[in-house]
Structures are given as C-alpha cells and as structure tokens.
C-alpha cells in the first residue's frame, strides 16, 4: 500500500467520481504487468487528452500506485494548475532545453516512482500510432528499469485534437485498455532500434484493442479512416499539424518583432 499523498489522492477521488458519474466502461487487460513495487515507464499511446488520467485511473484500482507524468512546462506556469501539478510530483518538460526534465525523470525511476511518456509526442488526431521519439527507452535504459507499453483505445471520444465532443456524447463511453508485458532495455542497446520494437508492439495492442471495442465505428467520426472512419488520414492530420505549428512560429517571430 503507498503512502498517503493528499493532493493526489484526492485528484484521484474527483478522477474515479467524474468517470463515475459519465459511467464509463472500463475493459482492462494486463494489468498484472503493472510493478507492484519500483520503477518503471509507462509508454502510452496518445489519442486523447484524457489519457494520462484514465492510466492513473486503472493504475490505482489495480495496483494502488501513482503515475509521475511528463508534462509541458506551460501546464505548470499556469497559476493554479501549475502548483497543483507540481504538488502531484509531475514532471515540468521545457520542449527546447529538455535534459533538466530527462534528468528529474531519471531520478525518479531509481527512487522506484512509475513515469508516464507519451513517446509520439502529442495526440494523434488520425487515431493511429504515430512515429516515436525515443525518450521512453533511453529513460528506461538509463534508470535501470522496464518499460510497460500502454494502450488506451475509446478515451479519446471524451476529448480529443481539432473535434468538439457533445456533452451527451461522453456518457457510457466504454474505454478499453492493454498492459503490455514488461519490456528489458539497456543502455548497450541502440536506442532507434528498441523504439521501432517498442512501437510495433504498443501498434498490435491498438490493433487488438480496435478489433474487440465493443461499438461498431464504422462511419463515426472517432474512427481511423483506415477502419471505416471519418478521421483525417495520418497523411492530412500531419499537413495540419505543420500548418499549426507554422502559424505559431509566425505569430511568435510577430511577437518579437513587436517587442523589439
């Protein structure tokens, strides 16, 4: 049983009594491959904004441990937000000088604390797995510690990139999750090569978990175009994404060049 850290345990309250009140459909699998004790990184796929949430969510009924998640540093400089995810022992990611945050990860995974990554590095809006970076592994190599994929397939139809999700469209939501057996890396291994593993694997684990979703998502909009769907192809979601981020580099040169 851990010890008792109130901020979290009470995020983890309010967490089960919303997902409670949606009446979610929790389908689990695997979750003895969840560490009863030590360190370890949760690799996760990312369709949704809800997914760090829903793992903690199955990691406590199963296992009564807290995940330590990666996160933006925007998410902590907001004022309230900020202090709450510092109080849950979050992990502040600067996306242009990153080794402060690699290195805060690092430490934590020997004091034996779980570690969620997103390895794709934002929410797919195809709902397909996407190329990984390699953190996860190199995390997991440094530290000493395993690396437990995890897939989470129906959470984004609670709320995801660039669709407004109905209010009435989030209740009784099934939401299907796999806990991958435990993967071994070590530093002699050639980090690129481990990933591409990595991510075939946690790429079977969607496809099994798409194959069995109890709902038929032919024709609906939370659906892979490949599958019957009507989401954008990985192709157009990632013509998007660069036109996204474009406009941002604009308008912060625009910025810059106001303030000069």
């Known amino acids: 049983m851990s010890t008792r850290e ?5 995020a983890i309250a309010a967490g ?11 389908i689990a699998t695997g979750t003895e491959h969840i560490p009863a004790s030590g360190g370890a990184v949760f690799a996760m796929t990312h ?7 829903l793992v903690e969510w199955v990691t406590w009924i199963s296992a009564r441990r807290r995940v330590r998640f990666l996160a933006k540093q925007s ?3 907001k004022p309230v937000l900020g202090a709450v995810m510092r109080g849950m022992k979050h992990i502040s990611v600067d996306m242009k000088a990153g080794a402060a945050a690699y290195a805060n990860a690092v430490a934590a995974l020997r004091r034996g604390e779980l570690i969620g990554v997103f390895p794709e590095a934002g929410v797919s809006a195809s709902f397909t797995v996407r190329e990984f970076k390699t953190g996860a592994v190199r995390l997991a190599a440094e530290a000493g510690v395993p690396v437990i994929p995890v897939a989470v397939w129906g959470g984004h139809r609670l709320m995801t990139k660039r669709h407004r999700v109905g209010f009435r ?16 890396v070590s530093p002699a291994d050639d980090a690129h090569t481990a990933t ?7 790429q079977s684990m969607v496809d099994r978990l798409q194959r069995d979703y109890p709902v038929d998502g032919t024709g609906a909009w939370w659906q892979p175009r490949h599958l019957g769907g009507t989401a954008p192809t990985p ?7 660069a036109a996204r981020d474009a406009a941002r ?7 810059d060049s106001a303030q000069s």
């Open 47 to 53: 369709f949704g904004y809800w997914e760090f949430a």
């Open 169 to 184: 469209e989030r209740f009784g939501v099934p939401v299907t999750f796999e806990f991958g057996a435990p993967i071994a």
């Open 249 to 255: 580099e604009r308008k912060r040169q625009d910025h």
């Open 196 to 202: 591409e593993r990595l991510r075939e694997t946690m």
């Open 235 to 241: 192709e157009e979601a990632a013509a998007a994404d």
């Open 16 to 26: 089960r009594g919303l997902f409670g009140a949606l009446r979610l459909k929790r």
């Open 75 to 77: 998410v902590f400089e």
């Open 6 to 10: 109130p901020l979290y345990d009470t």
